[in-house]
């Protein structure tokens, strides 16, 4: 996921350094040297380059690690470090958040979270959010938006958990409060539970916000800001490679020790160690980043005066962001995924349920699941480290909509088919973890670089408004829809299972207009890039 006051032209140093504050406009004066913060002046930029276009000894380096020079290294290792930790915590918090709500819950209650609660929280964080930026210079913003989810997931698990079933209703007594009969079914039903387990519920909307702020803003606004676009096309892959070792520790760290807890809650507070860890972690890596960027090469700018920005509300925002085609194909892709990766996987949450009632069994399953999607992202970007740069951007998009389009076929027909007996019901949740497996794969290798890369080209005003939009709304927006749309077809069907061939074609809809959109989007990029090009000679 995965927003936010997002710099400057990538290939362009003087505006760059006069938009460091997500509020400054500029007015041009002297001309003094400064630290230039993507890393590197134009001469070591061109130098490595041609170190990147060298052939023989050399070419194995640049199949695996295209990336040359000490200063590059280094300051690919301390942006990448970032991502790891984001990714660190955001798949232990993932992975916790689904092991509560569905153990306690039942799956279908994802849906109505996602509705109910995820989407008006991600609303008003970014209302809270555009405020900041306006206040804040993007240092401070970072650490603002950063250490508060951490401080929650400390306070749930040293305070609120513990204390769960003081401060929480009973089942049986939400029952008795809405003279509900004990086997209602139903809406009503989901609701009771959700009541009944808040603190739980809590826990996910949080954890779900975090999921699409984390890489949005806690790495991407700062990547976008200092990797140039030249640097993007072979850092970002391998950003997305380094990060998929962090699912695998995740995942190993809660198969091998935390779900060998004796209980639930024991296992929280082993979870949270590693996830307080990785929140000091990200702050601190973020600070040596821009240290070593600030202390690094000079260049000639122009030193500008200030002056504060003029407030977008909400309302402007949305309407800058219809008023930008560009930005609505960018929309379009991240909808896109949001509605097709909640058709099948809250359906492949329920039947995993029903394999995993125990939810230290449904954490360590989880866990393996969170390790294989890692380790399966990085065999990927192993072997298709350079398809961005051959196959160009939009092959790239357009990968992610191909593979799911081919993996849900089988795994709807088996739904169809019946989970009623144990090994129909293994068969299931069997496709139903190869496709949600490969898909998220191909997510994180291919989707998310191309999505992010996307960004570079535009304005610094498209880039602050627009993409905070695009990647909470927006995310939340596709997900909370796709549960909207799943409640509609229970409301019609009666449950999930008899929904699914309606579901088949919605989700196979949802793609054909994802993909068009990732092929229009591709021409706009190339537009915007030459552009660019163009503006730099």
């Not at 198969?255 to 949270?272: G, I, K």
């Not at 076929?409 to 088919?417: D, Q």
Request: hydrophobic share 45%; net charge positive.
């Amino acid at each position: 996921m995965q927003v936010a006051a997002e710099g400057n032209f990538p290939t362009r140093n003087q505006k760059l350094m006069a938009n460091l504050k997500p509020h400054s406009s500029v007015t041009a004066s002297k001309m003094e040297p400064i630290k230039n913060v993507r890393g590197g002046s134009s001469n070591e930029t061109n130098n490595g380059a041609k170190q990147y276009n060298q052939v023989g000894g050399s070419a194995i380096r640049n199949a695996l690690f295209p990336i040359h020079g000490k200063e590059e290294v280094t300051k690919f290792l301390l942006i990448g470090s970032i991502k790891f930790f984001v990714i660190l915590a955001l798949t232990l918090t993932r992975d916790n958040k689904d092991t509560m709500v569905v153990t306690e819950c039942g799956a279908e209650a994802i849906a109505f979270l996602k509705i109910y609660g995820v989407l008006p929280a991600a609303t008003l964080f970014i209302a809270l959010y555009s405020k900041m930026a306006t206040l804040l210079e993007k240092k401070t913003l970072f650490y603002a938006t950063c250490i508060p989810f951490f401080v929650f997931f400390f306070i749930f698990d040293a305070i609120i958990y513990p204390n769960r079933h003081s401060i929480q209703p009973s089942l049986a007594t939400v029952h008795s409060m809405f003279r509900m009969q004990s086997d209602a079914k139903g809406a009503s039903v989901i609701f009771a539970k959700l009541f009944a387990n808040w603190t739980s519920a809590l826990f996910y909307v949080v954890a779900e916000v975090y999921s699409s702020v984390s890489v949005g803003i806690l790495f991407w606004q700062f990547a976008n800001d200092v990797v140039s676009v030249q640097q993007a096309k072979r850092f970002y892959p391998l950003f997305a490679q380094m990060s998929g070792l962090a699912p695998i520790l995740a995942g190993q760290y809660v198969v091998r020790y935390a779900s060998q807890a004796d209980n639930f809650e024991e296992s929280l507070h082993r979870l949270t160690r590693m996830v307080t860890f990785a929140g000091v972690m990200i702050c601190s890596f973020y600070k040596w980043a821009n240290d070593f960027l600030e202390r690094n090469n000079t260049v000639t700018r122009e030193v500008q005066t200030k002056k504060k920005k003029a407030k977008m509300t909400m309302a402007e925002s949305t309407r800058f962001l219809a008023s930008s085609e560009y930005l609505r194909l960018i929309a379009a892709l991240v909808l896109g995924y949001g509605l097709s990766i909640n058709f099948t996987d809250i359906m492949w949450k329920s039947i995993l349920k029903k394999k995993y009632p125990d939810p230290l069994d449904y954490q360590r399953f989880m866990g393996n699941f969170s390790s294989i999607v890692g380790l399966s992202t990085c065999i990927v970007i192993f072997f298709g480290v350079h398809a961005i740069r051959i196959l160009g951007w939009r092959m790239g998009a357009l990968a992610t909509p191909a593979v799911m389009a081919c993996l849900a076929l089988p795994y709807f027909s088996s739904i169809l088919m019946g989970v009623d007996q144990p090994k129909a019901l293994h068969i299931a949740v069997a496709l139903g973890t190869m496709q949600t497996l490969l898909s998220k794969t191909a997510k994180y290798a291919l989707f998310d670089p191309t999505t992010q890369m996307a960004y570079i080209p535009l304005d610094d005003e498209s880039k602050v408004k627009g993409k905070a939009a695009i990647e909470v709304l927006g995310s939340r927006i596709g997900k909370s829809g796709g549960s909207l749309i799943q409640q509609g077809l229970v409301m019609i069907f009666g449950d999930i299972i008899s929904a699914a061939p309606a579901l088949t074609v919605i989700y196979y809809c949802v793609l054909v207009w994802w993909a068009y959109s990732a092929h229009r989007l591709g021409i706009l990029f190339s537009a915007k890039t030459d552009e660019t090009k163009s503006h730099k000679r």
